[in-house]
């Protein structure tokens, strides 16, 4: 059985703590890999930089994406997921604590799967990771990796 990867693409190191307090809390054991920026987040994705040689078929079940990010912005990483074949399919939660209108209508044009707004209050936000666990890792079909070939 393959492992089932979360990607969480978060610079805030306290909500990096705070995602993986709520995920134990939650008893979603998935591997966590965090990236702490939209470079690095890409880097992970395309086997690049840091990640070369990285096993390219286990692909993470779900990316957890924040949008204000250092290096490449959380808009950009989402852009060049969907370009790319290899990717395009990944589900992709965009969970920021932006209240723009503009953000959200820009990461549903660009192609995401879902927008969250983080919650403030600590057992909401861990209701709201437990569901998006239980959707994204257990709920959800995901095409076949042999669909995302070239010419699928």
Not at 8 to 15: A, F, G, K, Y
Not at 111 to 133: D, T
Request: glycine share 6%; hydrophobic share 40%.
């Amino acid at each position: 059985m393959e492992e089932k990867i979360i990607l969480l693409v978060e610079d805030n190191p306290d909500d990096v703590t705070l995602t993986e307090r709520a995920l134990q809390k939650s008893h979603i054991l998935n591997r966590l890999v965090v990236a702490r920026d939209g470079a690095e987040a890409l880097d992970f994705l395309f086997g690049t930089g840091d990640f070369t040689g990285r096993d390219m078929s286990c692909q993470p079940e779900v990316v957890l994406l924040d949008l204000k990010l250092p290096k490449i912005g959380g808009l950009e990483v989402l852009k060049k997921i969907r370009e790319d074949y290899r990717t395009k399919l990944l589900p992709v939660v965009i969970l920021t604590s932006s209240k723009e209108e503009s953000d959200l209508i820009k990461g549903y044009t660009l192609g995401a799967n879902s927008y969250i707004r983080k919650p403030v209050n600590f057992n909401q936000f861990v209701e709201a990771v437990r569901q998006l666990g239980l959707y994204w890792l257990v709920l959800n079909e995901k095409p076949p990796c042999n669909f995302r070939k070239k010419d699928g």
